[in-house]
């Protein structure tokens, strides 16, 4: 049986009682731990619809530092290690500084491809001659920030609503959160927003999807655990059109790119999605973990091939050194990244813009 309401505080309160360390993904214990500890500027505490931003907002106040501090552990890397090519004085642009510099590049993970194109720019430009790190720094720039340029995008939705958006990703990517930031950053946008908690094989996702619906302020379509997820992902679509909903949301069970089955339930989820909104989803978006650095690359794959994937959401990007993970993925399956995650508040979900992320990564 298919439930559809709007939560009640005796829903949430029960809700508070899951174990999570039995259930809930990694990133999300941080959500649970906070209950024992409120804190007014989280999105966990906060109030039940999405908290205001703040009257001088980090992308204000300058996008390209904001973004430097959430890569802070890949540009810390980058800086000390590029730093270390240059003792004193300029440095001559010889075999032995194009080697360091490429293995300084791939260690950000933006893969052999775009290192190998950023050290022979370099050598094509400077061979024999010595340069200034800020030389180097600037092509790099340039090349990131080209590539990346060409695979951008912004969300998709549809000229007649409702618009649907499958949401896919293993588990512990931070998908259910993601899912949450959307849906907070699409209400403040003035879009009635219906999510779908279609990953009924895991009890504790679906009632922390519960419990983001309530702080959000958006209805959500529930199913029993075990129950088709397919059929979570009908009676939402069916009510989104029925009742006028700009945006529905569909979330999936978390699962591996290898496990065929679970894969072939994704592709019966779009079927079902089209019998009722027949251009649908107008958007799959693949939530990648920016920790898991090249293993990112081979969920990219699993998934594009699977479910036909539109576009990616990396998560985590502020908890890592392997930021560069971004680079491969956008070229190797040309999918563009739409969002970035960088923190753990509700408004911590960013529009991707290939020009700050590169002077970002690399100043």
């Known amino acids: 049986m298919v439930l559809c309401h709007k939560l009640s505080t005796s829903d949430v309160n029960a809700c508070q009682l899951l174990d999570p360390v039995a259930d809930f993904e990694k990133e999300n214990m941080v959500f649970w731990k906070k209950k024992k500890e409120p804190n007014p500027t989280s999105a966990d505490e906060g109030p039940k619809t999405p908290p205001s931003p703040p009257s001088e907002s980090p992308q204000a106040s300058s996008p390209v530092g904001w973004l430097r501090r959430v890569l802070g552990k890949t540009n810390e890397l980058l800086r000390t290690d590029i730093r270390d090519l240059w003792k004193e004085g300029g440095r001559l642009v010889d075999d032995d500084f194009l080697r360091e510099l490429y293995a300084i590049l791939v260690r950000t993970d933006m893969g052999a491809a775009m290192a190998s194109r950023i050290v022979d720019s370099i050598k094509d430009q400077y061979r024999g001659r010595r340069v200034e790190m800020e030389d180097v720094l600037k092509v790099v ?121 679970l894969m072939q339930q994704l592709e019966k989820i779009k079927r079902v999605i089209q019998k009722q909104v027949p251009a649908g989803p107008h958007e799959v978006l693949l939530v990648l973990d920016a920790t898991a650095g090249q293993n990112a690359i081979s969920q990219a794959k699993g998934f594009s091939e699977a479910a036909g994937c539109t576009g990616i959401v990396l998560a985590k990007l502020d908890g890592t050194a392997k930021g560069g993970v971004i680079i491969p993925i956008a070229e190797q399956f040309g999918l563009p990244v739409k969002f970035i995650g960088v923190g753990e508040k509700m408004t911590d979900l960013e529009e991707f813009s290939p020009t700050d992320f590169a002077a970002a990564l690399f100043t």
């Open 141 to 261: 720039r340039e090349r990131v920030a080209d590539s990346l340029r060409s695979r951008g995008g912004s969300l998709k939705l549809a000229g007649t609503p409702p618009s649907v958006i499958l949401v896919v990703g293993v588990n512990g990517s931070g998908k259910t959160t993601s899912i949450a930031k959307l849906a907070a950053k699409l209400t403040s946008q003035g879009n009635r927003v219906l999510l779908a908690a279609g990953d009924t094989f895991r009890a504790a996702a679906v009632a922390q999807l519960k419990v983001w619906a309530e702080r959000i302020g958006c209805d959500i379509v529930l199913g029993d655990q075990g129950s088709d997820p397919g059929s979570v992902a009908y009676r939402a679509v069916q009510r989104a059109v029925d009742e006028a909903f700009d945006v529905c949301i569909i979330d999936t069970a978390g699962r591996l790119q290898t496990q065929s089955n």
